[in-house]
């Protein structure tokens, strides 16, 4: 195949020996790239870190022999971890016994409760701070601060007025750092995982020994592992990506591409010639660019036929949320149809035995209810804000808990499937013939101060992913509201 020019660009560019951000709109022919520079340059050895396992393994499948391609936790991996990832898995409940949470806060007695937004107070078990100590320290494993602080620590809904989160910041923050010291202590208790052992490795100021470096989706990268990358300075560094397609800085990654840019001053091409759909669905991608004030457009494959309007069957069904998804499948099943949910229904099912616990009066460990006393709190919490709370709460005051267990086990998997269902967010990187945006994508509703209908700008990259997964038929009519959008925030 005869590179394109900007393709021709992007190799030549490779040639001149500097670091380089690439930004590649999608379906632009990244990985074909990607290969024409590898081919370009036998002689030196590349390193490309993919964001998952299965696109490490493709990209090993048909990279030149001389590109390792790797996870970064794969990078990261050290034998000596195993007997520590492969213990039993641990609950909350039982790292807090293991750990004696108890002790280390110096309760003696009655369980320690802290105000809530909501009002009633909330008690907070061993389990409930282990949980919140265990989710501080995945944030803090994915930033590239050196220690645990206070901001590490989640913002979890219903918790978030200044005193209950002062009360809770002093239960938590111990449990974190005693974890921590537990986890790299080779006698210790706690079960690794993935993310731990990637931040003792980044701790350690890690050299690769390679020639070339490639961070593929460099978009959502977390920092602990865009700091080691940029850190490789007997290497030339490429970052490559989309920086429309961030849609995880929620879960703390960040742009690696702008990183690149600003701290090595490297210079950014671009891929815009898609091959994956023709000009209508590059149009409809197009609104979304104009919209967040991107600077690329997409030129869509005029041998490409694709079409936009309604798609009776589509093969796949993007949702805002895990809710809404859920509703589909569950529509789907009750019209006799094969439903495969990406990811699966574990998300889903936690959050039905969460909402499960607190309908019988349990408190709830999980991380978007745990801020919450009871059911009806979460309930009322929902009636105020216009998120994916409100939609969960609708699903399980419709359905009740059982149905919904019922049905995400009812799900098969992909290749077996009459529909698809996903969450845009999972969707990430994938594409199919036919697509509909479901009607959970909710048009903002206008700012009381300044009257605009503001969108937040990772909304509008989440809808741009969406509208760019179709290749032939896209549905976007639940998209209808982008042209009343007047202002983009953050
Ligand atoms: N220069 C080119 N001429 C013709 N077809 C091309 C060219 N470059 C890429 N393609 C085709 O475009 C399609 C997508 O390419 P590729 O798999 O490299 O993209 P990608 O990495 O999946 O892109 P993205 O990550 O943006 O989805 C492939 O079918 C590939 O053969």
Known sequence: MDPTPEQRDAIDTYGD???????AGA????SSTLKMIAKSDPRRNMAYVAYNKAIAADASRSFPATVLCKTGHALAFDPRHLPRLNMPRQTAHAAAQALDVKRILGIIGSTPSIPTDVGPRKPMTGKIIMRAALDTIERWCHSSDPEIRKWHVPQYDGLTGEQPRTELLALVLPVALAAWADLTDETGVLKLSHDHYLKMWALSGPK???????????????????AVLLDQDHA???????SAQQIYSWRGANDALARFVRELGAPELTLSQSFRFGPA???????????????LRLTGYDQADSTVGPVANPDAILCRSNSGAMGIVMEGLAAGRSVALVG???DIKSLA?????????????????????????VCEYAEEEDGSLKVLVKLINEHGTGPILAAADALVAENRAELVVSTAHKAKGREWPAVRIHSDFRAPKPDPKSGHILLPREEGRLAYVAVTRARQRLDAEAFAWVDTITAVSG
Do not use: Y
């Open 17 to 23: 020996g500097i670091d380089l951000v690439l930004q």
């Open 353 to 377: 035995w969460a909402a499960e616990a607190l309908q019988s009066g349990q408190p709830t460990d999980h991380p978007e209810l745990m801020g919450f006393p009871s059911w009806d709190a």
């Open 236 to 242: 030339q560094r490429i970052a490559v990506g989309d």
């Open 344 to 346: 699966g229904g574990g």
């Open 27 to 30: 379906g632009c022919g990244k």
């Open 281 to 295: 669905i590059a149009a409809e991608a197009n609104r979304w660019l104009r919209v967040i004030d991107a600077p």
């Open 208 to 226: 690769l020994q390679t020639d070339v470096v490639l961070l593929d989706e460099a978009q959502d990268t977390n920092d602990v592992l865009s």
